[in-house]
């Protein structure tokens, strides 16, 4: 038997055995197979290449290249085990390793020993010039635990940075074989690489450049989907002890608290204790067949969108995934979503309220470490956590943090918390590694667990404290449907870009306790606004939320079911006309779809009539339907502004609407974190004009003014439900407004008004029936009087009064362009107090407050 036979049967044999106990899991895209050149004609010969593939290794491993083999072959690519050919030259196999084996000499190996298939293929190049070699990088992984210094067991039995030994080798075979991972990365010309080798390295062999190029093109990689290199967690604490930062706080800490530099020490190892993260394979293998199965039992689908964003920044940048706040499943999800897609796992900044027992260790294991809400008046911990911090940083690892803070009860993003977003930059500028990417993530669902829940907090219901019991009634909803969830991964927001443009890439922070220039935290106010910007981009619009946003824009919540098909393909086709962004994705379900889709998850209902069926909101499900609606109300908030001008002016030229619009835009953008600046704003305007004329909602006259249909046809109708979304907004500012101008200048303070919104807000969602909680949410009013300074509106007086002149009283007249005047009326009435009136409001709220400190103070 030839030796070329005898091979050919040997491989096949490895093959079966592997393919036993192997099963690959292929991440990322696969290369397509390259058109054969032979057949074609001499002049076409001349003018393209030949191209052959070759398979690039980085160590030398015959399972790692039988498992390449079986993958090309079973993914119909040119065979990694199969001859390559250049002409008359043939090389065994379209496989090349990095870390060359010299079977010949294994006891003394030459110190710069190159691949000799390399050499010859370089020497092939030159030879034959028609012929072009493409090099197709290659990572193979057995198992994907990060190294851990002092655990054999780690290092005996996972993929690791150190290259493995035969006997690890079979160990990892049989132990990973079913949770191995291959990827195939973009192809690279050798010819490409031999000329940069010639032209830029001249004093470098071409093999050298070429050998060190993929080599470190492979690691960054390797790193991709291990992480970098990280030590256990004892070594990571003591490490963060003897820093000098955490140091130094220590003896500050001894002479402040007069207490021995033991006891300080012995705090500062407590608070590290309480921060620290336990990262471990086996509890993310764990957690993702747990999470497997409950996403099952739980979801309809989980569905992921422009996840090749994160894959493609994940090989250049430190990433730092920044999502919505939804849900306790968030942090899971995401984190699911990422490790089953074959990238690191990030480490997560939890609230220390979910350092519970059992379920803050398990936590710890998939990589998260936990944040006090409050740092206030705790220099050790201050300088302990952001040591932590740092250190993460320095290790290049993935983290991920809600940059809102807290869940959102009311479906919009929440204000920015930038405390974590300060912290991490403060620690990027003491000793940047990679340069950073914020990763602004959408997370959508259809049902939410904690539903109810927010429904009675914003209704004035003590916020439950999460705990072992809390967690036990949430896992008695498993069975329940919560139709789809999406996760969206929207435009990354570069760091570096950010302190360019506020003129703070040159400052550089020397330690721990150093401040932030001015210039870095505008930098840091801006990213976190760019964040909510795109996180709003990326938004997902699901039958659910299109459901809740039309039928609840009804009086009764109720619609016709042939109308209610209507409205729901004409918002779809709005869409389409004109979407909010490139990354918003929308439900591809007809109208009719939508609500066959809503009937399934309870949520509406159908009442039979000989007239037609009207649709209508399930009973007890309006208020919940709010948070679903707020969740896409954004997208439509322009569109909605505009079906409301024209709708209540009957005729409105395009240049009054631009201006009114300008006018209040400043106000939405801040309460909806809307993408467009005020000077970019006619685009828009007039393309969602347009779609409108199309859809037959609004027309034109002669004059090219936009105008209404007639009243009480269907398309009226249909333009009276697109309108009503934005006039919750316009009613809350306007009584904000009228608040203000009853009280007069320099006579109420900006607290005062905010706490008096509230309280107002509250009694009109009673005696109004608004139906939606967020209308008395304290943050919109703080929001909405934070523009009113900016815009130079109001301002305030030594005494801390609000002061305002005739352009204020302008601001209000826009009202009266938008609402009916029976609305006006009304919210001139519910604001209109007397001055003892309101001194016992605002003693009331005043003894209210009071109470809950003690009460805060007393637990």
Same mark, same amino acid.
């Given at each position: 038997m030839s030796k070329n036979n005898f091979g050919q049967m040997y491989r096949q044999l490895s093959s079966k055995l592997l393919d036993l106990v192997v099963t690959p899991h292929v991440l990322g895209e696969v290369p397509s197979k390259p058109v054969q050149t032979e057949d074609i004609s001499e002049t076409v010969e001349k003018?393209?290449?030949?191209?052959?593939?070759?398979?690039?290794?980085?160590?030398?491993?015959?399972?790692n290249a039988l498992v390449v083999d079986g993958e090309t072959r079973r993914l119909n690519l040119t065979p990694a085990l199969d001859p390559l050919v250049i002409g008359t030259h043939t090389e065994k196999a379209a496989v090349l390793f990095l870390q060359h084996q010299d079977e010949t000499n294994l006891l003394n190996p030459p110190p710069h020993a190159f691949p000799p298939r390399l050499l010859r293929l370089i020497e092939q190049l030159e030879q034959h010039p028609e012929y072009e070699i493409e090099l197709i990088p290659v990572t193979v992984l057995w198992g994907r635990s990060p190294d851990k210094e002092d655990s054999w067991f780690k290092l005996l039995f996972t993929d690791t940075w150190a290259t493995p030994s035969k006997v690890k080798q079979l160990m990892n075979i049989g132990l990973h074989g079913r949770q191995s991972f291959l990827e195939f990365h973009e192809p690279q010309s050798l010819r490409d690489l031999v000329n940069t080798a010639?032209?830029?390295?001249?004093?470098?062999?071409?093999?050298?450049? /070429?050998? %060190?190029?993929?080599?470190?093109?492979?690691? =960054?990689?390797? !790193?991709?989907? &291990?992480?970098?290199?990280?030590?256990d967690r004892r070594n990571v604490m003591q490490d963060l002890i003897k820093s000098e930062d955490v140091q130094d706080a220590i003896r500050k800490e001894s002479i402040r608290s007069k207490i021995s530099m033991i006891e300080a020490e012995r705090r500062a190892i407590?608070?590290?204790?309480? /921060?620290? %993260?336990?990262?471990?394979?086996?509890?993310? =293998?764990?957690? !993702?067949?747990? &999470?497997?199965?409950?996403?099952?039992?739980?979801?309809?689908?989980?569905?992921?969108?422009?996840?090749?964003?994160?894959?493609?920044?994940?090989?250049?940048?430190?990433?730092?995934?920044?999502?919505?706040?939804?849900?306790?499943?968030?942090?899971?999800?995401?984190?699911?979503?990422?490790?089953k897609r074959g990238l690191r796992v990030p480490y997560i900044a939890a609230g220390d309220n979910l350092n519970l027992p059992f379920v803050g260790q398990l936590l710890r294991g998939g990589g998260a470490f936990f944040i006090r809400r409050s740092f206030r008046g705790n220099a050790l911990y201050t300088a302990v956590f952001k040591e932590y911090l740092y250190s993460i940083l320095s290790r290049n690892t993935p983290l991920e943090y809600f940059i809102e803070g807290g869940r959102s009860r009311t479906g919009r993003l929440l204000p920015p918390k930038t405390g974590m977003l300060a912290m991490t930059v403060h620690g990027h500028l003491r000793g940047p590694e990679k340069p950073i990417a914020f990763v602004p993530t959408y997370i959508g669902y259809e049902r939410l667990m904690e539903g109810s829940t927010y429904v009675g907090e914003m209704q004035g219901k003590p916020k439950e404290s999460e705990s072992i019991l809390g967690i036990l009634k949430t896992l008695r909803k498993i069975e329940r449907i919560?139709?789809?969830?999406?996760?969206?991964?929207?435009?990354?927001?570069?760091?570096?870009?950010?302190?360019?443009?506020?003129?703070?890439?040159?400052?550089?922070?020397?330690?721990?306790?150093?401040?932030?220039?001015?210039?870095?935290?505008?930098?840091v106010n801006s990213s976190a606004h760019i964040i909510l910007e795109n996180i709003n981009r990326a938004v997902v619009i699901n039958p659910v939320s299109l459901l809740s946003l039309i039928l609840l824009a009804t009086p009764k919540h109720t619609l016709d079911e042939e109308i209610c098909i209507k409205q729901l393909d004409t918002y779809r086709d709005l869409l389409a006309a004109e979407p909010y962004d490139e990354r918003t994705q929308v439900t591809p379900l007809s109208g009719k779809e939508i609500i066959a889709y809503g009937l399934k998850l309870k949520l509406i209902k159908r009442v039979k009539h000989v007239l037609g069926d009207i649709i209508a909101i399930e009973d007890n499900q309006a208020v919940l339907l709010t948070y679903f609606r707020n969740n896409i109300l954004h997208t439509f908030v322009l569109p909605s502004l505009i079906a409301s001008l024209v709708e209540h002016n009957g005729k409105i030229s395009r240049d009054d609407l631009v201006n009114v619009i300008c006018t209040l835009y400043p106000f939405l953008k801040a309460e909806l974190f809307l993408k467009w600046n005020v000077e970019q704003l006619e685009t828009p305007i007039c393309k969602y004009v347009d779609a409108l004329v199309s859809a037959k909602l609004i027309s034109l006259d002669e004059n090219q003014n936009l105008v209404c249909p007639a009243p009480n046809s269907e398309d009226h109708n249909q333009l009276v439900v697109l309108a009503a979304p934005v006039k919750q907004s316009l009613e809350r500012y306007y009584m904000t407004l009228a608040l203000i101008t009853q009280r007069g200048s320099g006579n109420i303070s900006t607290r005062q008004v905010e706490e008096l919104s509230h309280l107002l807000g509250q009694r009109l969602s009673v005696l109004y029936e608004f139906n939606s909680p967020e209308f008395?949410?304290?943050?919109?009013?703080?929001?909405?009087?934070?523009?009113?300074?900016?815009?130079?509106?109001?301002?305030?007086?030594?005494?801390?009064?609000?002061?305002?002149?005739?352009?204020?009283?302008?601001?209000?007249?826009?009202?009266?362009?938008?609402?009916?005047?029976?609305?006006?009326?009304?919210?001139?009435?519910?604001?209109?107090?007397?001055?003892?009136?309101?001194?016992?409001?605002?003693?009331?709220?005043?003894?209210?407050?009071?109470?809950?400190?003690?009460?805060?103070?007393?637990?």
């Amino acid at each position: 038997m030839s030796k070329n036979n005898f091979g050919q049967m040997y491989r096949q044999l490895s093959s079966k055995l592997l393919d036993l106990v192997v099963t690959p899991h292929v991440l990322g895209e696969v290369p397509s197979k390259p058109v054969q050149t032979e057949d074609i004609s001499e002049t076409v010969e001349k003018s393209e290449s030949k191209k052959v593939i070759c398979y690039v290794l980085q160590n030398y491993s015959r399972s790692n290249a039988l498992v390449v083999d079986g993958e090309t072959r079973r993914l119909n690519l040119t065979p990694a085990l199969d001859p390559l050919v250049i002409g008359t030259h043939t090389e065994k196999a379209a496989v090349l390793f990095l870390q060359h084996q010299d079977e010949t000499n294994l006891l003394n190996p030459p110190p710069h020993a190159f691949p000799p298939r390399l050499l010859r293929l370089i020497e092939q190049l030159e030879q034959h010039p028609e012929y072009e070699i493409e090099l197709i990088p290659v990572t193979v992984l057995w198992g994907r635990s990060p190294d851990k210094e002092d655990s054999w067991f780690k290092l005996l039995f996972t993929d690791t940075w150190a290259t493995p030994s035969k006997v690890k080798q079979l160990m990892n075979i049989g132990l990973h074989g079913r949770q191995s991972f291959l990827e195939f990365h973009e192809p690279q010309s050798l010819r490409d690489l031999v000329n940069t080798a010639k032209t830029e390295y001249p004093n470098l062999s071409p093999a050298t450049y /070429i050998i %060190s190029e993929l080599n470190n093109y492979l690691d =960054r990689q390797r !790193e991709v989907v &291990l992480g970098p290199d990280l030590s256990d967690r004892r070594n990571v604490m003591q490490d963060l002890i003897k820093s000098e930062d955490v140091q130094d706080a220590i003896r500050k800490e001894s002479i402040r608290s007069k207490i021995s530099m033991i006891e300080a020490e012995r705090r500062a190892i407590g608070f590290v204790n309480e /921060i620290a %993260s336990d990262y471990s394979y086996s509890a993310v =293998r764990f957690a !993702e067949t747990a &999470l497997t199965r409950l996403w099952t039992q739980l979801y309809d689908g989980v569905e992921v969108h422009n996840f090749s964003t994160v894959r493609e920044l994940a090989k250049d940048y430190e990433i730092i995934y920044t999502p919505c706040h939804r849900s306790h499943i968030d942090y899971l999800l995401l984190s699911y979503v990422i490790f089953k897609r074959g990238l690191r796992v990030p480490y997560i900044a939890a609230g220390d309220n979910l350092n519970l027992p059992f379920v803050g260790q398990l936590l710890r294991g998939g990589g998260a470490f936990f944040i006090r809400r409050s740092f206030r008046g705790n220099a050790l911990y201050t300088a302990v956590f952001k040591e932590y911090l740092y250190s993460i940083l320095s290790r290049n690892t993935p983290l991920e943090y809600f940059i809102e803070g807290g869940r959102s009860r009311t479906g919009r993003l929440l204000p920015p918390k930038t405390g974590m977003l300060a912290m991490t930059v403060h620690g990027h500028l003491r000793g940047p590694e990679k340069p950073i990417a914020f990763v602004p993530t959408y997370i959508g669902y259809e049902r939410l667990m904690e539903g109810s829940t927010y429904v009675g907090e914003m209704q004035g219901k003590p916020k439950e404290s999460e705990s072992i019991l809390g967690i036990l009634k949430t896992l008695r909803k498993i069975e329940r449907i919560f139709g789809k969830v999406h996760v969206n991964f929207g435009e990354p927001v570069f760091l570096n870009d950010l302190l360019r443009a506020h003129d703070a890439d040159h400052i550089r922070i020397e330690s721990n306790d150093a401040p932030i220039p001015q210039e870095v935290s505008d930098a840091v106010n801006s990213s976190a606004h760019i964040i909510l910007e795109n996180i709003n981009r990326a938004v997902v619009i699901n039958p659910v939320s299109l459901l809740s946003l039309i039928l609840l824009a009804t009086p009764k919540h109720t619609l016709d079911e042939e109308i209610c098909i209507k409205q729901l393909d004409t918002y779809r086709d709005l869409l389409a006309a004109e979407p909010y962004d490139e990354r918003t994705q929308v439900t591809p379900l007809s109208g009719k779809e939508i609500i066959a889709y809503g009937l399934k998850l309870k949520l509406i209902k159908r009442v039979k009539h000989v007239l037609g069926d009207i649709i209508a909101i399930e009973d007890n499900q309006a208020v919940l339907l709010t948070y679903f609606r707020n969740n896409i109300l954004h997208t439509f908030v322009l569109p909605s502004l505009i079906a409301s001008l024209v709708e209540h002016n009957g005729k409105i030229s395009r240049d009054d609407l631009v201006n009114v619009i300008c006018t209040l835009y400043p106000f939405l953008k801040a309460e909806l974190f809307l993408k467009w600046n005020v000077e970019q704003l006619e685009t828009p305007i007039c393309k969602y004009v347009d779609a409108l004329v199309s859809a037959k909602l609004i027309s034109l006259d002669e004059n090219q003014n936009l105008v209404c249909p007639a009243p009480n046809s269907e398309d009226h109708n249909q333009l009276v439900v697109l309108a009503a979304p934005v006039k919750q907004s316009l009613e809350r500012y306007y009584m904000t407004l009228a608040l203000i101008t009853q009280r007069g200048s320099g006579n109420i303070s900006t607290r005062q008004v905010e706490e008096l919104s509230h309280l107002l807000g509250q009694r009109l969602s009673v005696l109004y029936e608004f139906n939606s909680p967020e209308f008395f949410d304290k943050a919109l009013f703080q929001s909405f009087m934070k523009v009113l300074t900016q815009q130079g509106y109001i301002s305030t007086n030594e005494d801390g009064a609000i002061v305002f002149d005739e352009s204020f009283k302008n601001v209000a007249q826009y009202a009266n362009l938008v609402l009916d005047d029976v609305t006006l009326q009304m919210l001139q009435h519910i604001t209109a107090f007397t001055d003892e009136e309101l001194k016992e409001v605002l003693d009331a709220v005043a003894a209210e407050q009071a109470k809950k400190r003690a009460k805060r103070k007393k637990g």
